[in-house]
């Protein structure tokens, strides 16, 4: 008989590890307290899983060998309590699967601020040299999933202090610890130094073999470091000029002068070659560099992924992350062409916010990738019935607005952790809009507005 596993959530990171412990040959249940989305609920029956939803039923959980967690349930769940009692294991999904990645390489990014930046740049620089390389985590897309997808050389992994807290054996061969700031702080007994010890679960594994960069402009990390004996090749980095780290901004230029493995790099880059702004963004650049160069990728090819990573306003512009979701401004997308692009580059499911002036669109060409990725379709315009006559049949929910702030608080309201919030209309804007560039600045103040009604709500 094999293995019982139980995967308890049945978000992004739960079925991904579901896929893949079903792949190893698990004898695999999945159990979610609320109700699964409806894709999920599709993949899952499609690949023959059990499931179940709306609770947890005991009987069927804790029997298993393993369980993999969600990070949104607390170790002080309940059930948690009742699976640590049993002495059965409880992990995350990171770790999940990473206990499966055979001979790749891993890249991990955390801090409280900026890892979804540097993760995606990172990537970015990887894949312009011409690895193979996957982008998931908290990003949005289950690392356990791209697992079980399988192709890749590299592991880029955004990884928050939830998922640090449900590792074992988690060793990436990069680390990259940005910032520490009090955040999350219920779940750690308002307690800021288990928060910081949660961040520094990163470097718990590593040895001398592996790569540790981590900034030298946040102060709990600089002491914690001196509280600690890390044995890692360690990179410290900097915003300041100063010439002692091994990355630093002085003079305009970003500064790298560092050994690793016998490979010594001395390499200077002009501000004016990266596309982020902003002296936080310096060292979330400095992180991206550090680490394709850890990873022998060579300059030419870092300096050609700086310059390509300008996220042009509203054009697939990254606004921000709220509760796991991504927003992301693409509403120079004024086509159908542009959306198709847009939906394939985009990895997770899709909160998709579409509508305005229809210019005859056929909409037939992104069909299939709206069906396979598309959990829910936002019209914004006065007049959508093109929209909602052709996909009305084909996603399972339609909600029609009348400005931004509806728009965002709607797909707000729908969207679970690890979803994509898309704005990428497919029309002309001048129906509710001066122009796409007013259209994308109400888009983005209204996701900031959110952010920051969450955040007091949350004081």
């Not at 009090?182 to 007994?189: G, N």
């Not at 982020?276 to 850890?294: E, P, Q, R, W, Y």
């Not at 990725?373 to 996909?391: D, H, P, R």
């Not at 607005?401 to 952790?417: G, I, L, M, R, Y």
Request: charged letters at 25%; one cysteine or more; proline letters at 2%.
């Amino acid at each position: 008989m094999n293995e019982r596993i139980v995967i308890l959530g049945g978000g992004e990171s739960g079925v991904g590890a579901a896929i893949l412990a079903q792949q190893k040959g698990y004898e695999v249940f999945l159990s979610d307290g609320g109700n699964l989305a409806s894709e999920r609920r599709r993949t899952l029956k499609s690949q023959k899983i059990d499931f179940e939803e709306g609770g947890h039923s005991e009987e069927l959980i804790l029997n298993a060998v393993l369980v993999v967690k969600s990070p949104g349930i607390p170790d002080s769940a309940p059930l948690v309590k009742k699976l640590v009692a049993k002495h059965i294991p409880v992990i995350s999904e990171i770790e999940f699967g990473y206990r499966f990645i055979d001979k790749a390489k891993v890249i991990a990014i955390t801090g409280t601020n900026g890892k979804t930046t540097t993760a995606m740049l990172i990537h970015h620089l990887l894949k312009t040299a011409g690895y193979k390389v996957a982008l998931g985590g908290n990003v949005g897309t289950s690392l356990a999933g791209l697992v079980a997808e399988g192709g890749y050389h590299y592991y880029v992994v955004e990884v928050s202090s939830f998922q640090l807290d449900g590792i074992r054996n988690f060793k990436p061969d990069v680390a990259v610890l940005l910032n520490i700031t009090p955040d999350h702080l219920d779940r750690y007994e308002h307690n800021f130094t288990n928060y910081v010890s949660s961040k520094f679960r990163i470097i718990e594994n590593l040895t001398n073999e592996q790569a540790f960069i981590y900034s030298a402009d946040s102060k709990p990390i600089t002491e914690e470091i001196s509280r600690r004996k890390i044995e890692a090749s360690m990179f410290a980095m900097s915003a300041s000029n100063n010439n002692k780290l091994h990355a630093y901004l002085k003079e305009e230029h970003l500064i790298f002068n560092f050994q690793f493995k016998g490979k010594e790099e001395n390499v200077q880059i002009p501000t004016s070659e990266v596309s982020l702004i902003g002296k936080h963004n310096m060292v979330n650049s400095m992180a991206a560099v550090l680490s394709a160069l850890c990873m022998e990728a060579p300059i030419e090819k870092v300096l050609k992924g700086l310059k390509t990573f300008k996220n042009a306003p509203h054009r697939l512009e990254f606004v921000q992350q709220i509760d796991g979701v991504a927003y992301i401004n693409d509403s120079k997308a004024t086509n159908v062409d542009s959306v198709y692009y847009a939906l394939d580059g985009v990895k997770g499911s899709i909160i998709w916010i579409a509508g305005g002036v229809d210019k005859g669109n056929d909409y037939s060409q992104i069909e299939k990738l709206v069906t396979k990725k598309v959990k829910a379709l936002i019209c914004m315009g006065k007049e959508n019935a093109a929209l909602t006559s052709y996909f009305g049949s084909k996603i399972d929910r339609i909600a029609e607005v009348n400005s931004a702030k509806k728009a965002v608080d709607q797909a707000h309201e729908w969207a679970e952790e690890g979803d994509v919030v898309l704005l990428s209309p497919a029309c002309a804007s001048f129906d509710l809009f001066n122009n796409y560039e007013d259209r994308g600045d109400k888009f983005k103040s209204a996701v900031n507005k959110l952010s920051k009604t969450l955040k007091v709500n949350e004081a």
